[in-house]
């Protein structure tokens, strides 16, 4: 690293430091939802293939949650792999899904998050459904930081989902179809989705550049506040969070009102 780069990294910090010292707690989001984008164009840019972007991309996750922990956020959702994915080459696809495994061990092997899996676990490998049933048991006593790995998700599936447990459980209960149609309210779907017992995202993180959801939890994210940043996933700095989390303590939540 020649000088004028360590300068530049000086400087950062410092200024991280002084965003950080401005920060209110107590206007910190309490669920963060991040949309993990760039890491095939970040390993374009550095002459790498896309697995060792992907890697670089899973290595930033534990920092990331490093720094949700210093600044009190409870919940954090990464989308990891949606359901789109499924639609790469294999060549690309296999690798992915064994950097998300790795992924998902350190984790829990961590021992400071607990891990839940949101997504349709039917359209994962037997061997990655085995390691999230894992992650989430081995987790299950933890107190800190809630992370949802969003593996096999899409946000139009997770409602189809929520409607059919919902038919199910009318079903199991003997309740008609009647019934359940004059007793259906948003709370009750609500219920039955992948975060059924949580608070819905405060603020949603998208990296790379891309200003679209793409589907991120559609129905959690009606009063989302949203943050869209330039710099790709593995190169995403503290200072980078620390800007998101003042343009979101800086803007009036209105929560449609």
């Keep these: 690293m020649n000088l004028r780069d360590r300068l530049r990294g000086l400087l950062v910090r410092l200024y991280a430091r002084r965003v950080e010292g401005h920060l209110d707690h107590a206007q910190v989001p309490k669920h963060i939802g991040v949309i993990v984008d760039g890491n095939r164009r970040w390993a374009k840019a550095a002459g790498s293939t896309a697995a060792q972007g992907h890697r670089a991309g899973a290595d930033k996750i534990e920092e990331f949650l490093g ?35 790795d992924v998902v061990r350190s984790l829990a092997a961590d021992g400071r998050w607990r891990v839940h899996h949101v997504g349709t676990a039917d359209l994962l490998p037997s061997g990655m459904q085995t390691v999230l049933k894992e992650a989430e048991e081995n987790t299950a006593h933890v107190d800190g930081i809630l992370v949802n790995v969003a593996i096999g998700y899409g946000g139009r599936q997770e409602i189809a989902d929520a409607v059919r447990a919902m038919l199910h459980d009318a079903h199991d209960k ?77 803007r009036h939540r209105r929560f449609g009102g």
């Excluded at 954090?76 to 789109?84: K, N, R």
């Excluded at 405060?202 to 991120?216: H, K």
């Design 67 to 101: 720094w949700c922990t210093e600044t009190d956020v409870e919940v954090v959702t990464l989308w990891l792999l949606s359901t789109d994915n499924f639609d790469r080459p294999q060549e690309e696809l296999l690798p992915l899904l064994g950097i998300i495994e």
């Design 174 to 250: 003997g309740v008609s179809m009647e019934d359940l149609a004059e007793s259906v309210d948003i709370d009750m779907i609500g219920r039955h989705l992948y975060t059924g017992d949580q608070p819905d995202p405060d603020l949603v993180i998208r990296t790379s550049g891309e200003q679209r959801l793409s589907g991120f939890m559609l129905w959690q994210t009606a009063h989302a506040e949203y943050y869209f940043c330039e710099v790709f996933w593995p190169a995403f700095r503290k200072v980078d969070f620390l800007r998101a989390l003042r343009d979101y303590a800086a």
